[in-house]
């Protein structure tokens, strides 16, 4: 069983930066494919960031490439995103989500593992 614990959210002004951090249990962090996804309120939860389990290969949405970063630490078995640049429009709970995929998975309903999320807010 994997066990998902997501921390590091914020209240932040706009233009500022934070980094999330995703502490994983029950496997290695490099066996799995790890995605960060966010919801805000009355709207989806959407894909973020997609990190593939061997290689570090990365994969973004649009919204938010070259501002953010995923990233892992196979020591702390933990995988990050860093988020620079913050707007408004990025307010929403982040959450940490694995899976055994090879590949790069960027779809919710492929996730089998979820963490319970941590909020983000961005103050204009």
């Known amino acids: 069983q994997v066990q998902l614990e997501e921390s590091g959210g914020g209240l932040v002004q706009a233009g500022g930066s934070l980094r999330l951090s995703c502490a994983v249990s029950?496997?290695?962090?490099?066996?799995?494919?790890m995605g960060w996804f966010r919801q805000a309120p009355g709207k989806e939860r959407e894909f973020v960031a997609a990190?593939?389990?061997?290689?570090?290969?990365?994969y973004y949405a649009d919204y938010v490439k070259g501002r953010f970063t995923i990233s892992r630490d196979n020591a702390k078995n933990t995988v990050y995103l860093q988020m620079n640049s913050l707007k408004p429009e990025d307010t929403a709970l982040y959450y940490c989500?694995?899976?055994?995929?090879?590949?790069?998975?960027?779809?919710?309903?492929?996730?089998?593992?979820w963490g319970q999320g941590t909020q983000v807010t961005v103050s204009s």
């Open positions: 989500a694995a899976e055994f995929s090879a590949g790069l998975v960027s779809k919710v309903q492929d996730y089998d593992y």
């Open positions: 029950g496997r290695t962090v490099s066996s799995l494919a």
């Open positions: 990190l593939r389990r061997s290689g570090g290969s990365t």
